[in-house]
Nanobody, 128 residues
Framework: QVRLVESGGGSVQAGGSLRLSCAAS??????MAWFRQVPGKEREGVAA???????TYYGDSAKGRFTISRDRTNTLYLQMNNLKFEDTGMYYC????????????????????????WGQGTQVTVSS
């Protein structure tokens, strides 16, 4: 079992920045990701991180504005800059526990939202 605890959400004006954190209880989380969801809409993949070589992958909405990273304390981050109103939503951290699956395997999980462990979410509200 892997416990994920998100933090860092809040309210910000358009153009501002926020940094989300996700503390994982296990180091054996080779593939981790951030998703977001707005009521009435499908969950959207924001960014993924694969521990092998610290490889990253971004959804279209995140490219050029968001940066995903992870540190040695097994904490996943999402630095969000130039926030837009449409970035508003509940942001969830997700992870899988297991052996190396390669960046391609991690992207496949990210594309399908196929993760075993999920955090409770942290709300991001961007005012225009």
């Amino acid at each position: 079992q892997v416990r994920l605890v998100e933090s860092g959400g809040g309210s910000v004006q358009a153009g501002g920045s926020l940094r989300l954190s996700c503390a994982a209880s296990s180091a054996y989380t080779y593939c981790m990701a951030w998703f977001r969801q707005v009521p009435g809409k499908e969950r959207e993949g924001v960014a993924a991180f694969y521990i092998g070589g610290d490889r990253t992958y971004y959804g279209d909405s995140a490219k050029g504005r968001f940066t995903i990273s992870r540190d040695r304390t097994n904490t996943l981050y999402l630095q969000m800059n130039n926030l837009k109103f449409e970035d508003t939503g509940m942001y969830y951290c997700a992870a899988d526990h297991g052996g190396p699956i390669g960046l391609g395997g991690c992207i496949s999980k990210f594309s399908g939202g196929d993760f075993t462990f999920w955090g409770q979410g942290t709300q991001v509200t961007v005012s225009s």
